[in-house]
C-alpha cells in the first residue's frame, strides 16, 4: 500500500445518491459547498483585516506592551481548540464543533470590540482562537464526511480562493472603517455576517455527517487528548513569552515551556511525525514546515520594506497582495484529476519554490535592488504554498480512517499552528538580537533596525522550507 492509496475502500466512493459526475456546486453539493466556503471566506475577512486595525486598538487602550499577546493568545488558544474540535468530531461528529466554534469566534470578535482596557482586549483575542480552532478542524471532517474523495482536491482549492479577495480588500476595508467610524467596528462588525453561510450549511451538515463509527476502547481517552492539549497551549504560550524577553531569567519559562510542549506534542502528533516516517507523519510534518517557515518570513516582509526601503505601510502591504491570488492558483493546479498521479512531485516543487521565495526577499536589502522583486518573488512563494497547502489537506483525509478524520485533522493544523509560534519566536529572537529593535512600535524602535536582524530571519526560514522539499520525498510509503 502506498501513501496515495485509500486505507478504507469507504473513503474513496462517491456518497451514496451523488452522481460520479457531479462537482462541489452541483445540486447535491451546492448549498454546503456555498455555506463552508463562506464561513472560511468571513474567518479570511477577519484574519487580514485585524492586522490593520490592531496597532490602533493597542494605542487607545494603552496597551502596547501587550500587543504581541493579541497575537499569541489566538494561537496558543486556538490549539487547544484544535485537539478538542477533533475528539468531539470523532465522537460525535463535527455539526456541535462547528457551532460551537462559531459562536466562540463571534463572542471573542464582541468581547474585543467592545473591551475598555488591553487585558480584556486580549481575553477576547483568547476565546476568539478558541473558536478558530473549533471551527477548522470541524470544517476538514466534513469534508472528509460530506464528500468524496474526487471532489476533496476541489473543495480545498475553494477554501483557498476563499482567502483571495479578504487578502486584497481585507485591509483597505479595514484601514478604511478604522478611519471613519473607529477600530471596534472592524470586530464587532463581523459577527452578524456569519448568519447567512450557517442557514445555508448547517441542515447539510446535520444531514451528511455522523459521530464514531466503531468502538470507543479503540480511540485515545480524550481526557489524556484533552491534557495534552492544555500542556501544548501551556507550553507554547511559555515560550512566546520567552522569547519576547531576552534577559537570562527568560530562559527559566522557556526550559518549563518546552517540558510541557515536548511530551504533549508527541502524543497527539501520529508516532515518526519527527523523525518524518514515511505516510501520514510526514504529511503532517510537511504541514508544520511549509506554514511555519512561510509565515515566520511573510511577517517581516512589510517591515523590512517600511523600515529599509521607505514604503508606505499601505504599499508595504500592496506586495503581498497578489499572492492571493497564485495561492488560489496553486490550489486550483492541484485539485486537477490529471495531476493526481504525481501530487508528491508537485508539492517537492511548491517547497523548491517557496524556499526560493523566502531566500530572494532579503535581496532588497540592497539598495540597488528593485523593490517590485519582492512582489514576483512572494507571488511565486504562495504559488508553491497553494500546491502544498491543499495537497496536505488532501492526503492526510485520503489516508485517515472515517474514524480517524477528526484526530488526523487536529493533528494537522496544531502542526501548522505550532509551527507557526516556534519559528515566530525563534525569528523574533533571532531579530531582536541582531539589532532588529522592536516589532511592536515600528514607528521609533525598528525604524533603525539593522539590515542583518532581517537577513537572519529570512534565511534560516528558506533552509527550513528546503527541508520541507526534502518531506515531500517521504509521503509515499515504500
Given at each position: ?17 451523488a ?10 453539493h ?5 455555506g ?6 468571513l ?7 485585524v ?10 487602550l ?8 493579541a ?24 455539526l ?9 469566534f ?17 481575553l ?22 460530506a ?35 473607529g ?7 463581523i ?8 442557514a ?53 519559562p ?9 511530551p504533549?506534542v ?58 492571493g ?9 492541484q ?40 512582489a ?15 495537497s496536505?489537506?488532501?492526503l ?22 505550532l ?34 536582524a ?25
Open positions: 500500500m502506498t501513501a496515495l492509496e485509500p486505507r478504507d475502500a469507504a473513503t474513496a466512493r462517491p456518497q451514496a445518491g452522481p460520479d459526475t457531479e462537482g462541489v456546486l452541483g445540486r447535491s451546492r448549498s454546503l459547498t456555498v463552508i466556503v463562506s464561513v472560511v471566506l474567518i479570511a475577512f477577519e484574519a487580514t483585516a492586522g490593520t486595525a490592531m496597532p490602533v486598538a493597542a494605542r487607545e494603552d496597551g502596547v506592551a501587550l500587543y504581541a499577546f497575537f499569541s493568545g489566538y494561537f496558543t488558544t486556538s490549539l487547544f481548540g484544535m485537539v478538542l474540535a477533533g475528539q468531539w468530531s470523532d465522537r460525535d461528529g463535527p456541535g464543533s462547528l457551532t460551537a466554534g462559531i459562536g466562540a463571534a463572542a471573542g470578535l464582541v468581547l474585543s470590540g467592545t473591551a475598555g482596557g488591553m487585558w480584556l482586549f486580549v477576547g483575542r483568547a476565546v476568539q482562537g478558541l473558536g478558530g480552532g473549533l471551527v477548522i478542524v470541524a470544517l476538514y471532517v466534513v469534508v472528509g464526511q464528500y468524496p474523495e474526487r471532489l476533496r482536491p476541489s473543495i480545498m482549492a475553494g477554501f483557498a480562493a476563499a482567502w483571495v479577495v479578504p487578502s486584497v480588500v481585507g485591509p483597505l476595508a479595514a484601514g478604511a472603517v478604522t478611519e471613519h467610524l477600530w471596534r467596528w472592524v470586530f464587532v462588525g459577527p452578524g455576517l456569519v448568519v447567512l453561510p450557517l445555508l450549511a448547517l441542515p447539510q451538515i446535520r444531514r451528511r455527517t455522523h459521530g464514531r463509527t466503531t468502538d470507543a476502547a479503540s480511540v485515545l481517552p480524550g481526557g489524556r487528548r484533552i491534557r495534552s492539549a492544555l500542556g501544548i497551549a501551556l507550553g507554547a504560550g511559555l515560550l512566546q513569552y520567552a522569547a519576547q524577553d531576552l534577559r537570562w531569567l527568560s530562559l527559566v522557556a526550559a518549563a515551556g518546552a517540558a510541557l510542549l515536548v504533549a508527541l502524543r497527539l502528533l501520529p508516532a515518526g511525525t519527527y523523525r518524518a516516517a514515511r505516510g501520514l507523519p510526514s504529511v503532517v510534518l510537511l504541514r508544520g514546515v511549509a506554514a511555519g517557515a512561510f509565515v515566520a518570513a511573510e511577517s517581516f516582509v512589510p517591515l523590512m520594506l517600511v523600515t529599509q526601503r521607505g514604503l508606505s505601510p499601505t504599499l508595504a502591504g500592496f506586495s503581498l497582495a497578489a499572492g491570488g497564485t495561492w488560489a492558483l496553486g490550489s486550483y493546479v485539485s486537477r484529476p490529471r495531476v493526481e498521479p504525481y501530487r508528491d512531485r508537485l508539492m517537492f516543487f511548491g517547497m523548491v519554490l517557496v524556499a526560493a521565495a523566502i531566500a530572494a526577499v532579503p535581496a532588497v536589502l540592497v539598495p540597488a535592488v528593485p523593490v517590485w522583486t519582492v514576483v518573488a512572494w507571488a511565486f512563494g504562495c504559488f508553491g504554498m497553494g500546491l502544498v497547502i491543499a496536505t489537506s488532501v492526510l483525509l485520503h489516508l485517515s480512517a472515517p474514524e480517524e478524520a477528526g484526530a488526523n485533522s487536529a493533528s494537522l493544523q496544531i502542526s501548522d499552528a509551527s507557526n509560534i516556534v519559528l515566530l519566536a525563534a525569528g523574533g529572537a533571532a531579530f531582536a538580537s541582531l539589532g532588529g529593535g522592536t516589532v511592536t512600535d515600528t514607528a521609533t524602535s525598528a525604524a533603525g533596525s539593522h539590515p542583518a532581517f537577513a537572519a530571519v529570512f534565511l534560516p526560514m528558506a533552509a527550513v522550507a528546503l527541508a520541507g522539499a526534502w518531506v515531500t520525498t517521504r509521503l509515499r510509503e515504500r
